[in-house]
Structures are given as structure tokens and as C-alpha cells.
């Protein structure tokens, strides 16, 4: 089993910055990727960046440029920093872990609102 617990959202002026960050506890040594998804209603959950155990980091196409996924592996966290938010970054975000034995784990969510 992993826990995910996620904290940093909240309300935010277009162009503003937000940092989420995403502690994993349990059986974390079979995690393979950690990443942020982000959903609204009527839509489906979809990625906003991922970083797997081997290094690198992935964008979703809309986020590109504003956004910086990190992680500390000492500390068993990943981050999000997003920049020069805008009104379509609402949402709630959620915090992934992929490991191969189980499939994905995911945290409560926190909500991100971008106001006009």
C-alpha cells in the first residue's frame, strides 16, 4: 500500500504561482513514476506532468514552459511548481504513484482556483 497526501492548493490571481507537494508513505520502494493529474467536472482525470523513478519529467502540452515537476527521493515527495497560472489551470489536482505490482494509487486531491 502507498499513502499519498498532498497539500499546497488554493485560490490564485491569473499569473500567479503555486507549489503542490505530495509526501508518499508505505511501500514506496515499488513505485516506478510519481505525477499530478488534474480533473474538472464532466471531464475526464488527465496528466499534467509525470516523473519516473529514472529521471526525466513529461508535460502535458497545455502546461509546457509553466510548470516543473520535481521529486526527493530522501523525502518521499513530489512537487509541482506551476507558473503564470491561468483560469483553465482549475481544477483539482491529484497526486499519482504508478508501481508495477498494483497499478496507481492516488491522493485526495486539492483544489486549484485560477480567477479572472
Known amino acids: 500500500q502507498v499513502r499519498l497526501v498532498e497539500s499546497g492548493g488554493g485560490l490564485v490571481q491569473t499569473g500567479g504561482s503555486l507549489r503542490l507537494s505530495c509526501v508518499a508513505s508505505?511501500?514506496?520502494?515499488?513505485?516506478?513514476?510519481m505525477g499530478w493529474y488534474r480533473q474538472v467536472p464532466g471531464k475526464q482525470r488527465e496528466l499534467v506532468a509525470v516523473?519516473?523513478?529514472?529521471?526525466?519529467?513529461n508535460y502535458a502540452d497545455s502546461v509546457k514552459g509553466r510548470v516543473t515537476i520535481s521529486r526527493d527521493n530522501a523525502k518521499n515527495t513530489v512537487s509541482l511548481q506551476m507558473n503564470s497560472l491561468k483560469p483553465e489551470d482549475t481544477g483539482i489536482y491529484y497526486c499519482?504513484?504508478?508501481?508495477?505490482?498494483?497499478?496507481?494509487?492516488w491522493g485526495q486531491g486539492t483544489q486549484v482556483t485560477v480567477s479572472s
Open positions: 499519482n504513484a504508478h508501481t508495477l505490482s498494483v497499478g496507481d494509487y
Open positions: 508505505g511501500t514506496i520502494f515499488n513505485i516506478r513514476a
Open positions: 516523473i519516473p523513478s529514472s529521471g526525466g519529467a
